[in-house]
């Protein structure tokens, strides 16, 4: 880091990834410090700053060797699991400062020696004592799958049999009975239940009525007169429908079909006009929020029609490495591992991370945010 851009971050002050030491505190105030960094999106500290005024107070050498000695032992024997950190000794003014870059973890909850987890809140940290946060944050490093998860009280009993028979059939080539085992057997089998309860990807997949057991796993559509989702006019608003994922996709795409322009590519009047904006970038974003979305999150997909926009809104911003350029090309990181593997056989869906760059092929106007501190991911595609 050059000393104009240690200025440049110090003249701003603290935020959630950016803190000021005079001195290193205890090593155990220093362990919370690098568990909140770890836990959220990483960040730098910065020694040898008042965190009151932002002024210069320099280490001298000794203390230099000292404070490099104390993150080390505080990032591999204070944090669990430990930590990597790099740190440079940056000059300015003869004032030495000590930089220390902790990046974003991918092991995450880390903890303090207590077992406590931390993640910043703005400049300052907060403990997490949520377990849908602890687990969403197991996710993220890719040791828990929400799609794995038993659901209580469901049973075998839950789904829609001759609706799994035909998934079965169109999986493998092969009848239930020329595979010769039994229902519970195939569905722990595939994944779809466990422990005698159904898998929340077997609810999804193949129950009767998931919503009876996991009542926001549903999409709630709606048309607004205007612009302003705070606005009162509807031109068409439904109760959030229900039903599996091959279910939701269909009302869902009969909503939006019935809701869009139709425009006439023929002369002769009674020509059939096409949608607006072609259907197979819905058939895409759709498909891809219900198989991507955060399922440790309770609350619906939406999907709101306005004049000037259709917005696409899922639960859960981006895992872990993933960003927007990232999936424009392409890149897909897996959050829920069986509905991924499965959705193809019951979904318009192919599952090599193609369904966005196809969606932007057929219709490139379409912008997509990734909403961190709401935890939403957006595609708002603008109608002409």
Sequence with gaps: MEPIELLDIISKGE?????????????????????????????????GINDKTGHLNG??????????????ITATQKVFPPINIKTETVTENNQNIVVVYIEEGISKPYKDRNGIVYVKNGSDKRKVISNDELRRMLQSSGNLAADEEPVTNTTNNDIDIEFFKEFVKRKTGKSFDEIGQSLPQILNNMGFARDEKLT???????????QIFKPVFSIHCVAFVGNDVAGREYRDNEP???????????????????????I?????????????????????????????????????????????R????????????????????????????????????????????SG??????????????DDIDKELFIAVIRRK
């Design 264 to 308: 006439q590519v023929k002369e002769s009047f009674n020509s059939l006009g096409k949608l607006e904006i072609p259907q197979e970038v819905f058939e895409e974003l759709i498909v891809n929020a219900l198989i991507h979305r955060d399922y440790f999150i309770k609350s619906t997909i939406k999907v709101f029609i306005f004049d000037n």
């Design 356 to 369: 966005i760059p196809r969606a932007l092929d057929f219709y490139p106007e379409i912008d997509f945010i």
């Design 15 to 47: 935020n959630s990834t950016v803190q000021f030491k005079e001195r290193l505190p205890h090593l155990d105030d220093l362990a919370k410090e690098m568990v909140a960094f770890s836990n959220t999106d990483g960040g730098i500290i910065i020694v």
């Design 200 to 210: 929340l990807a077997g609810l999804l997949l193949f129950g009767q009525k998931p």
């Design 310 to 353: 259709i917005e696409i809104i899922s639960p859960g911003k981006l895992p872990n490495t993933l960003t927007i350029e990232k999936i424009k090309l392409g890149t897909s990181i897996v959050r829920n591992p069986i509905l991924f593997s499965n959705a193809r056989y019951l979904l318009p869906y192919i599952g090599i991370g």
């Design 59 to 72: 280490l001298s050498f000794e203390e230099i060797g000292t404070t490099n000695r104390d993150l080390v």
């Design 240 to 262: 959030p429908f229900e039903g599996n994922l091959s279910e939701l996709y269909e009302k869902t795409m009969d909503f939006i079909r019935r809701n869009l322009r139709k």
